[in-house]
C-alpha cells in the first residue's frame, strides 16, 4: 500500500504541531510555577477589611477594591519592574486586588448587592484569601500578571505595590 506524498507531509505537520504545543505547554506552565515562586519569595502581607466594590476583569478575574481594617506588609521586595496583584493606598486606607473567585457566593458576584458584599483576609504566606459572608469560602492567592494593567490606571506614586 502506497501513501501519497501529501498524506505523509499532512501527518508529519500533525505530529510536528502537537509535538510544539506540548513543549510550549509544559514551558509555560513551568515558568508560571517559577514566576510565582519568585514572587511569594519576595513578599510577605496579611489584609483583612469589607469590600467596598468589584469590577470584573475577565472570566473569573476580578478587581477588588477593599476598605484595610488591618494591614501587614513585614516584608515586600518588588521593584518596579516586578510584577504585582495588588495595590494599598494610605490615604484612603485601601487595598485594590486582582483576585480570582471562583467558588461559594462570589462565584456569583453579578447577584451580591454592594451592600452584602464579604469581608476579605488574605494571607500571602498560606497564599490565601478568604470570603466571609452568608457563607466562607476560601481560594488561593494567586500570582498572575495578565490583568495588572488594571493597576497601572489606578496606581500613584503614594501608593505600595504587593
Not at 8 to 19: N, S
Not at 67 to 78: C, F
Not at 119 to 139: F, L
Request: charged share 25%.
Amino acid at each position: 500500500m502506497k501513501i501519497s506524498k501529501k498524506i505523509t507531509i499532512a501527518i508529519m505537520f500533525l505530529i510536528a504541531f502537537f509535538t510544539w504545543a506540548i513543549l510550549f505547554s509544559n514551558y509555560s506552565d513551568k515558568k508560571e510555577v517559577k514566576d510565582k515562586a519568585i514572587y511569594f519569595s519576595k513578599v510577605s502581607y496579611t489584609i483583612s477589611g469589607k469590600m467596598a466594590s468589584y469590577r470584573p476583569l475577565g472570566g473569573i478575574v476580578y478587581l477588588l477594591e477593599i476598605d484595610v481594617d488591618s494591614i501587614t506588609i513585614p516584608k515586600n521586595y518588588l521593584s518596579k519592574k516586578d510584577d504585582f496583584i495588588g495595590l494599598y493606598s494610605k490615604k484612603p486606607n485601601k487595598v485594590y486586588l486582582n483576585a480570582y473567585l471562583e467558588s461559594g457566593e462570589c462565584n456569583t458576584f453579578k447577584e451580591i448587592r454592594n451592600d452584602t458584599l464579604p469581608y476579605v483576609k488574605i494571607n500571602s504566606s498560606k497564599k490565601i484569601i478568604q470570603y466571609i459572608g452568608k457563607t466562607i469560602s476560601t481560594e488561593e492567592l494567586r500570582y498572575f500578571n495578565l490583568y495588572k494593567n488594571y493597576l497601572s490606571e489606578i496606581e500613584t506614586n503614594e501608593m505600595i505595590r504587593f
